[in-house]
C-alpha cells in the first residue's frame, strides 16, 4: 500500500478528530457509551450547579464546581477524541480508495452490438468488454481473452497480474486498470455492493457492528458502573445520618473516578484501530469478528506451495553417474540451462555461482535453445559444434540416449530413485549419447518459516499442510518447515474434512486459499483468508482478503487478533486497578473535615481534601489521552506461552495499574495544592 | 497456645476436604456405587410414595423451575404452620400463634439458608414448629443450595445440554448426605452433654426462692443440621453461646468443622468433576487464603481488646471477652466468628456487636464477598462466578476470547454473571439507605454513630448473604425490618441461584475449546492470586465507602 495511506496521523486527522470529540458530545450519540454517558450526565449536574449556584445553594463552591466541571468536561472529550481519531485513521484511507471510484464508462455487449454506458447502469450478468488502457468498469469474472492488469490501486502492488478466463486467475475487480491486451468481463456485482464499496465502508467503520467480546466487555463495564452507581448513591444517606454532608459534585467525581471511564473512552478505538491494522496490513477483514476469531485459531491448513515453499522446484545438488566428475555434471547442467528462462533453468546458474563451479561461456554464444514441451518432456541447448545437450525427466533423457545408441550408467536408476524418495525431483543431464548426472531438484522452504512455525507452536497453534505431493516428499517438505503435520495428495475436499475434524474437537480452524475449488473450505473455516488474485468465489466465501496475494500472512493476522484482545484486556485490568490508588484519593477527602482522624487513610499524604479530589479526577482524565497511542498500536505482543504471557501483562497492567496512579495523583496534587 | 487451637480446626478441616468432597462425588455422579446398597431401598421408597417416575435429566430451566417451586411449597406449607402453631400438636409449653409479618420473615429466612431469627426460638415456637418448620428446612435449604451447586459443576464439567435430575438429587442430598451426616453428629454432641428431649422446660427454684424456668428440648439434633446446613438459627435465642447448645469447648469444635465441611469439601467435588484435582485445590487455597487472612484479623484485634478501655488501665492481658463466652476464650470465638461468616452460617458463639470495630469488620466483609467457603452449595457457586470473572478480565490479556472449563465466556454469561454480581451491593446498599432514610429503620438503632451504621450494614449484609447472624442489638421485629428483611434474604438467594444455574446451561451447552499451550490455565498457583485479587478488588471496591463509614471510622475514632 501506498506510504500516503499508511501515515499514522496527520494533522488534518487530528484536526477534524477535534471537532468530532465535539460532535459526539450530543446524548443521543453518548448513549451508545454507557460509562462514558454516566459521566457526560455528570458533567452537565455539575455545570448546572457551577451555573445556578444560588439555586442549589452552592454559592461559595463555585470555583471548585467550575473546575470538577471542566474535568468532567476533558474526560468525556478525551474519550471523544480516542473513538473520533481512530475512526478518522480509517476515513483517511477510505477517503483515497474513493479516488479509485470515478465514473467509468463501459462498453457494454448487447446482442451483437457494443455500447458505451456509465458503470453505475451496469448489473449483476451484464457483460463488458475492457481493452488496453481501459479502467474494468466493475467486479467481475473475465470470460474470454487473457490481459495484463494493473491492480496497484487496490493493493498498492505495481507489477501488473495476468487475468484470464477460466481456472483460478478470472476474477477482477472494478476500479483496476487493464495494461495490455483486451478481455470480456461478466460483471458479478450491482453498484454499490462492489469489492471496493464494501472495502470503503468497512474501513470507514460506518457499518461497524460491535464483536461479540466487546459486547460481552462492554456488559461487564456496564455492571461495574452501576455497582459503583449504587455505592455512590448510597453513600449520601448513610453520611447524612452521621451527620457530614456530602455536597453532590464530590459523589459525582468519586462516581467518575471508580466507573472504568479508561477503558470504557478506549474500548471503541481498540476495536476500530485493530480492524485499522489489518487494513494496513493489506488484509481486508469482512468483520471485526472475524480478526478477533484469528486470536482464537489453534489449528491452521496452509497450502504448501506458495506459502510453505516458493512452489519453484529448485536445483539444490549436482550428482554425478557413472564415471564423471561433479565438476562436468555442472558444466553440462549449466550449458544446458544458459538460455533457460524457467525457474528451474535459473536456479541451476545460481547453484552453480553459489558452489562456485564455472562454465564455458563462449561454448554457447550462437547456440540454439530447445524449449521444454510436454511431449518430449527435455529441454537443452545445441551447440555450434553440433553437440546436443538436453536435460529432462529421467526416463525421458534415457529414451533419448538409448536411441542415440548410448549407454545408461548403471547407478542411474539407483541414485534417481534416491532423490525421488526423499521427495525432490531428479533431472539427467545428457550430451549425444552419454549420461552425465543428475540436477537434484527440490521444493525450497521460504526462509524464516521454520522460526515462524515455532512461534505458533508457542502460541498453541496446531499446523497442518496440505500438498498434492506423495507422502515421501510432503513428509519431507513438513520436516523441513517444521509443521506439525500434513495432508499428502490432498484434493479440495481433503482440507473441509480436515477443518470439520478439528471444528468437532471444538478448535477454531484458519485456512487460506484461492482457488475456486477452495471455497467451500473457506467458508467452513472459522478463519478464512482468501487471496486477491483468487476466484470471485473464493474471495466471496472468505472472511478476509489478503491484497498482497502472500499466503502466508494468515500468521500476522492471527498476531493482530491476538493483540487486539490483549490490548481491550490489559487496559480493562488497568483500569479497574486504578480504583484502589483513587480510592484512597477520595475517600478520605471527603470525610476529613468531619471525622479528622481519616487522615490515616490519606496514605499518599495529599495536600488537602479538595486538591485530593481535584488531583485523582485530572488523573482520570488525562489518562485517556495518554493511553491512546497504545490503544491504537496495541500492547506489545510477542509468541509466547500463555502463562508467560500472563505473568507479563498482569505485571504492567494489574501491578501498574495498581501502583501509577498512586504516583500520578501525588504528583498532580504537588502541582494542584499551589491553588487549593 | 491459643493459636495452636486455630490451626489445628484448620488441619482438621483440610484433611476432611478430600474424603467428604470424594463421598459427595459418588452421592452426585449418579455412576453405581457400594453406598447404592445401603440407600438405594430408601431412594426407591421415596421415589415410589412422591410418585417421582420421570427421572430423566433436566434442562437448567426446568431444573431451576423444579428447585423454586419446591421451594415455594415448603414456604407456604410453612407459613400456615406457624400461623396456627398453636393449635397444632407437640406444644408443652402452650406458645402463641406467630404473627403475620414475623411469619413471613421466618419461613423465608429459613428456607433461604439465612436463619435470621427476629423472634427467640424458646418463647416464638412450638416443639412441632421447631421440628416441621425450623428443622425441616434447615436439611431442605441445605439441600437445594447443595444441589444447586452440583448442577452448577455439572453444567461447567459435562457435555450435554442437561444439569441432572433436580427430584433425584435433592433426594439423595438428604438420604445420603445430610440425614446421615446430622445422626453421626447429633450422637456426638448428645455424648458430651446437649439436650434431646421433647419434654417441657424444666422448672428450678433459684437460691433466693424464685423459680426459674429452664428451656430445653430436641436441642441435639438441631444443632446437628443447624450446622451442617449452615443455617445457623438457634434453638435458644442467644444460639450457640447457650451452654445447652454449645456446652464445651469440644462441642464448639465439632459445631464449626460441621458447618464448614460442606462448603469446603465441594471444592474436592468440583475437581472430581472437572477430572482435574488441581481445579479444586485452586479454589479451596483461594478461600482458605481469605479466610485465613480475615481470621488473623479479628483475631488479633479481639486479642488487643478495646483501645479505649485498656486506656482506662483496665487489664488488658484476656483480650477483648466483652460478650464472649468464658468457656470459649478469644481463640474459640474469633475462630468461630470467623467460620460462622465466611460459611454464612450465621450462628454465633459469641455476640458479634461487642467485637471491637476491626474484628465486626470481619464478619461484615466476608458477607459482603459471600464465597470464602460460603453457605452449602452456594458458596462454591460464587467463588466459581469470581473465577469466571476473573478468567474474562485476565483471560483477555494472553490474545484468546477468555474460556473457564473448556467453554468460551461471552455476552450471555457476563450477562447472567452482571446479574448476580449486580445484585448483592444493591440488595445491602440500597435497603441500608433506605433505612437511614426512614425513621422506620433508624428508629432502631440502638448505638448511634458508626456503630449504628455497623449495626443496620450487618443486617442487611447477613440477610443477602443468607448468612443470618444478627449483630444484634438492633430492635429489629417490626414489620420495617420483617419485610426489608425478608425481601432481601428472598433476593439474595434466588438471584443469583436462577442467574448463575443459567450461566451453567448456558456453558453446558457450548462446545468444548480443548486446552493448548496458548489456552489461559485456571488450576495454577497464578490463578489462585488472580481469584484472591478479584474477590478482594470488586468486594473490597465496592463495600470500602460504607465499611469506612462504619467499622473502620469507629475503630480509628476509638484509636485517639
Redesign the interface.
Known sequence: MNTKRRSMLSGEIVKKAILDSFIKLNPVVMMKNPVMFVVEAGTFVVLLMTLFPGYFGTEGRVGFNLAVFLILLFTVLFANFAEALAEGRGKAQADTLKKTKKEIMANKVTGNSVKVVPSTELRKGDVVIVSQGEMIPGDGEVIDGLASVDESAITGESAPVIKEAGGDFSSVTGGTRVVSDRITVRITSDPGESFIDRMIALVEGAKRQKT??E???N??L??LT???L?????????????GIKLEIPVLIS?LVC?IPTTIGGLLSAIGIAGMDRVTRFNVLAMSGKAV?AA??I?TMILDKTGTITFGNRMASEFIAVGDTTVETVAEWAAVSSVKDETPEGRSVLELMKKEGYTYPTNAVEGAEFIEFKAETRMSGIDLPNGRKVRKGAVDAVKAWVSAQGGVIPTDLEQKGNAIASEGGTPLAVAVDNRIYGLIYLKDTVKPGMRERFDQL??????TIMCTGDNPLTAATIAREAGVDDFIAESKPEDKIAVIKREQA????VAMTGDGTNDAPALAQADVGLAMNSGTTAAKEAANMVDLDSDPSKIIEVVAI???L??T???L??FS??N??AK?FAI?PAM?MQA?P??N??NVMGLGSPMSAILSALVFNAIIIPLLIPLAMKGVA?KPM???Q???R??LI??LGGVIAPFVGIKLIDMVVHLWV | MAILQLVAVIVILVFLVKPLGAYIFHVFSNEPNRTDKIFGPIERLIYGLTGLKNRAEMSWKRYTLSLILTNVILVAVSYLILRIQKWLPINPNGIDNMESTLSFNTVISFMTNTNLQHYSGETGLSYFSQMAVIMMMMFTSAASGIVVAIAFIRGLTSKGKTLGNFFTDFVKAHTRLLIPMAIIVTLALVALKVPQTLSPTVQATTLEGGTQQIAIGPVASLESIKHLGTNGGGFMGVNSSHPFENPNPLTNVIEMLSMWCIPAALTYTFGRFARNQKQGWVIFSAMLILFVSFLSIVYTSELRGNPALNALGIDASQGNMEGKEVRFGIAQSALFTAVTTAATTGSVNNMHDTLTPLGGLVPLAQMMLNCVFGGDGVGLVNMLMYAILGVFLCGLMVGRTPEFMGRKIEAREMKLVAIAILAHPLIILAPTAIAFLTDLGKGAISNPGFHGISQVLYEYTSSAANNGSGFEGLADNTTFWNVSTGLVMLFGRYVSIVALLGVAGSLAAKQWVPETIGTFRTDTKLFTGILVGIVLIIGALTFLPALVLGPIAEHLTLLK
Request: charged letters at 15%.
Open positions: 461479540p467480546n459486547i460481552a466487555l456488559t461487564l456496564v455492571s452501576l455497582i459503583f449504587i455505592v455512590v448513591v448510597t453513600l449520601a444517606p448513610m453520611a447524612d445520618y452521621l468519586l471508580l478477533e486470536g482464537d489453534d507452536r508457542k502460541m498453541g497453534i496446531k474437537a471444538g478448535k477454531l487478533g491476538k493483540q484482545l490483549m481491550r484486556g490489559a480493562t485490568t479497574v486497578a480504583d484502589i480510592y475517600i470525610f471525622i482522624e481519616m490515616v487513610l505482543y506461552s500463555s502463562a504471557l500472563l505473568s501483562n498482569l497492567y494489574g
